[in-house]
């Protein structure tokens, strides 16, 4: 009961963490390309850096930038915060019922690192702070006086955290933390730079003094940080749903390296593209073949690190049902049966129950891709099974699931 209420729980928060998301990253996008795009008209007052114009839902729209600000405050005026907070919140939230609370089922894996749940957690949470003061202090100091300077930096940081967390918790915890991380800092950037900079500017125009052009700055420094992190952050929440992202102990963290290259050539094509309209350039069509080299890359890692499918020789005995029956009672039936027994299972995941001979043969092809090609079930390894086990299981499948 309680179970089965958690898993509700966990899925309104994931819907909602999903919502709030698309509102956050949608006007971001919108932002950038609105501000790539504006133009300047010297018939407008000066304080008007450009000028943009839009049609959309039946009507077009005038919209006109000012910088540093107006000469007065507007009567109303809207603020783009609560989608970056809610997303953050939600995306926590979500960490913690799905990782925090199950840190021996999704965050740990004994076989990289056997570290005990009650300190893994926290170190877990910490790291996410942690992580935040590191990229404030990079970007405050001499770093951060250059953008290609601190691009590089940042990267460097990213894959060092990267390497870091897939050393320490399981492939798939590892890929979590750090989108959680990445999230961290784009929510943390809204929150402790962007906005504070934006309400001083509005506290000196309420005062009648002409705000400093450097709060702006920062600002919009921070929004192209984020703008940039954007594309990675979502590639690491779907890759948690795809074993071969994070299953290959040894590069795993390498084919997260190289989907941060790809992606950030990706974004900056669409920044060249939105602002190709009126200056004239042309966006920058090489990014795309360049942007597909480090996925190529990505991919033969990932096939590279799988471990070899281990199944017996041609002369090697038979194996018996009876064997494979007795691997997947003792290493999977706890948490693959209608009714799991593993503590916080309601019921079996992704629907796979192994709990009759037709089902473990039906679904054989799914045995071998999780447990024998690749070692992400059992998860973590919680149930210890063996080399010489997930090898039976292979022998069994490639020789044709035969049930006697
Ligand atoms: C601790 C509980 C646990 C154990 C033990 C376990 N699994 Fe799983 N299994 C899961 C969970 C949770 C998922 C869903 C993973 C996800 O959401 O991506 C899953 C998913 C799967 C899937 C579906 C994967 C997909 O993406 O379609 C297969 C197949 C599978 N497990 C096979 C096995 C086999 C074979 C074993 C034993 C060798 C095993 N599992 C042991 C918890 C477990």
């Known amino acids: ?17 999903v919502i709030a998301g698309i509102a956050w990253i949608g006007s971001s996008f919108y932002f950038i390309a609105l501000d790539a795009g504006l133009q ?11 000028e943009a114009w839009q049609v959309h839902g039946g009507g077009f729209y005038q919209i006109q930038k000012f910088t540093v600000a107006p000469e007065f405050m507007p009567e ?34 004994t076989s ?4 005990d749940p009650a300190d893994a957690v926290p170190a877990a949470a910490a790291s996410l702070v942690i992580g935040w003061f590191v990229y404030d202090l990079l970007c405050r100091s001499w770093f951060g006086r250059e953008t290609a300077r601190l691009a590089i930096s940042g990267f460097v940081l990213l894959c060092a955290a990267a390497y870091a967390y897939t050393h320490v918790f399981s492939g798939r915890g590892a890929f979590i933390q750090v989108g959680a991380l990445v999230g961290t800092i784009m929510a943390a950037n809204v929150l402790v730079i962007i906005i504070p900079g934006q309400r001083k500017t509005v506290a000196a125009l309420l005062k009648g003094q002409e705000p400093n052009p450097v709060w702006g700055q920062i600002a919009k420094q921070r929004s192209i940080h984020n703008n940039y992190l954007t594309l990675p952050v979502v590639f690491t929440m779907l890759s948690n749903h795809y074993a071969f992202t994070y299953a290959s102990p040894r590069y795993n963290w390498l084919i997260l390296a190289c989907i941060f290259i790809a992606s950030f050539l990706v974004r ?11 200056t004239g350039a042309k966006p920058e069509w090489r990014l795309w073949p360049a942007a597909a080299v480090p996925v190529l890359c990505a991919i033969g890692l990932g096939i590279l690190g799988q471990p070899a499918a281990s199944v017996a020789d041609a002369g090697a005995p038979p194996v018996t049902f009876a064997d ?3 691997i997947v009672d003792q290493r999977c039936h706890v948490c693959h049966a209608a009714k799991p027994k593993f503590p916080g299972f309601a019921e079996a995941p992704k ?5 009759t001979p037709a089902q473990i043969k039906r679904q054989s092809p799914q045995i071998m ?36």
């Open 112 to 115: 990289v690192m056997n570290i």
């Open 268 to 278: 900056h094509w669409f920044n060249t593209l939105h602002a190709a309209g009126h």
């Open 324 to 326: 494979v029956r007795q």
């Open 1 to 17: 009961m309680i179970d089965t209420l958690l898993e509700w729980i966990s899925l309104l928060v994931r819907w909602t963490h």
């Open 369 to 404: 891709a999780q447990a024998v090609k690749t070692h992400t079930m059992p998860l973590g390894n919680i149930t210890e099974i063996t080399d010489a086990e997930r090898s039976t299981l292979g022998t069994w499948i490639v020789s044709g699931s035969k049930l006697n």
């Open 76 to 109: 109303h005026l809207t603020w783009f915060k609560w989608e970056a907070y809610g997303t953050w919140f939600f995306g926590f939230a979500l960490l913690v019922l799905v990782y925090y609370l199950n840190p021996t089922v999704y965050l740990i894996d």
């Open 351 to 355: 629907g796979v129950m192994f709990d």
């Open 40 to 50: 300047p008209n010297p018939r407008l007052d000066h304080r008007v850096k450009g």
